[in-house]
Nanobody
Framework: QVQLVESGGGLVQPGGSLRLSCAARGSIFSINDMGWYRQAPGKQRDMVTTITSGSSTNYADSVKGRFTISRDNGKNTMYLQMNSLKPEDTAVYYC??????????????WGQGTQVTVSS
C-alpha cells in the first residue's frame, strides 16, 4: 500500500507565505516524477509545478518566481514553498507522485488535497 499525505495548508493574507509538504508512505521502491496541482471552485485541476527524480523543475507561468518546489529523496517527501501569495492562488492543492512499489507496480498517486485560502 502506498499513500501520499499532505500538510501545511491554511488561511494567509495576500503577500504572505505558506509551505506545503507531501510525504509518500508505504512499500516504496522508488519515486519518479512528483508535482503539485491545484483546483479552484468550478475550475479544472491545473498543474502548478513538477519535479523529476533528478530535481529538474517546471512551473506554471502564474507562479514562476513566487513558488519553489523541492524534494528530499531520503525522506520520500516533497515541498512547495509559496511566497507573495495572491487571492487567485486560493484553491485545493493536490500532490502527485509516480511511484514504483516494492512489488514492482508503477502507479500515479494523488494526495488527499489541502486547502489554501489567500484573503485579507
Amino acid at each position: 500500500q502506498v499513500q501520499l499525505v499532505e500538510s501545511g495548508g491554511g488561511l494567509v493574507q495576500p503577500g504572505g507565505s505558506l509551505r506545503l509538504s507531501c510525504a509518500a508512505r508505504g512499500s516504496i521502491f522508488s519515486i519518479n516524477d512528483m508535482g503539485w496541482y491545484r483546483q479552484a471552485p468550478g475550475k479544472q485541476r491545473d498543474m502548478v509545478t513538477t519535479i523529476t527524480s533528478g530535481s529538474s523543475t517546471n512551473y506554471a507561468d502564474s507562479v514562476k518566481g513566487r513558488f519553489t518546489i523541492s524534494r528530499d529523496n531520503g525522506k520520500n517527501t516533497m515541498y512547495l514553498q509559496m511566497n507573495s501569495l495572491k487571492p487567485e492562488d486560493t484553491a485545493v492543492y493536490y500532490c502527485y507522485a509516480n511511484i514504483l512499489s516494492t512489488d514492482w507496480r508503477n502507479y500515479g498517486y494523488w494526495g488527499q488535497g489541502t486547502q489554501v485560502t489567500v484573503s485579507s
